[in-house]
């Protein structure tokens, strides 16, 4: 089959586009709103995108709590998600208002960064510090600018649980990462093909 996103013409139940370009990490933040109150949500659209310094982005359909927080104090954390937390993980994406706090929604317990004031997950087995850079709306070849608000953080601080290092390596199967499919669905990490790189290749 062949279909035009723009068109909507693929004639099925449910669009496939997100379950094609997949998976995904889980772009799971914590922030603080100015009132002080914690806020924690899961975004499917997330990934690092450099390393030096190292740069992480999520990207939000509509100008919701996370960004708001983010923008209002320039600080948030990216909480690993594992097979153990994807029930937590789903329950912080109900529509709560911002004076509710996901964590306590969730059952989840708060533990406190260390160069940033959001608190993080404490039962995630890595979880990423992070300052404000920018927020980028991204636009249509048409030029229409977009209700997307792609956030960028500068990682300044790295949570490692030492159970996931195994011979000097976070290991993704050991933890068991989940990933982001398409529809309502997730998948596991729990399975690792190495290949080396060609010589000269890039990182």
């Not at 990207?59 to 996370?66: C, M």
């Not at 969730?106 to 406190?112: F, S």
């Amino acid at each position: 089959m062949f279909y035009e996103p723009a068109k909507k013409n693929h004639g099925l139940r449910y669009a496939p586009l997100k379950a094609i370009v997949a998976p995904r990490p889980i772009g799971w933040i914590s922030s603080l709103g100015a009132d002080g109150v914690a806020n924690l949500a899961p975004y499917s659209f997330f990934n690092m995108i450099a390393d030096t310094p190292p740069l992480v982005m999520f990207s939000s359909v509509g100008r919701k709590d996370s960004v708001r927080n983010i923008e209002a104090t320039g600080e948030f954390v990216c909480n690993l998600v594992t097979l153990d937390l994807l029930e937590p993980m789903n329950a912080t994406s109900a529509p709560l208002p911002p004076s509710q706090d996901e964590f306590e929604h969730a059952g989840l317990e708060k533990a406190p960064s260390i160069l940033v004031r959001p608190p993080r997950v404490a039962r995630a087995k890595a979880a990423l510090e992070c300052l404000y850079v920018e927020t980028f709306r991204p636009k249509s070849r048409a030029g229409a600018v977009l209700d997307q608000h792609m956030v960028i953080g500068e990682v300044v601080g790295v949570h490692v649980d030492d159970a996931a290092l195994v011979d000097g390596r976070f290991d993704l199967g050991k933890v068991t990462t989940v990933a982001r499919c398409g529809y309502q669905d997730y998948a596991p990490v729990d399975r690792l093909i190495a290949l080396e790189r060609p010589p000269g290749a890039g990182g």
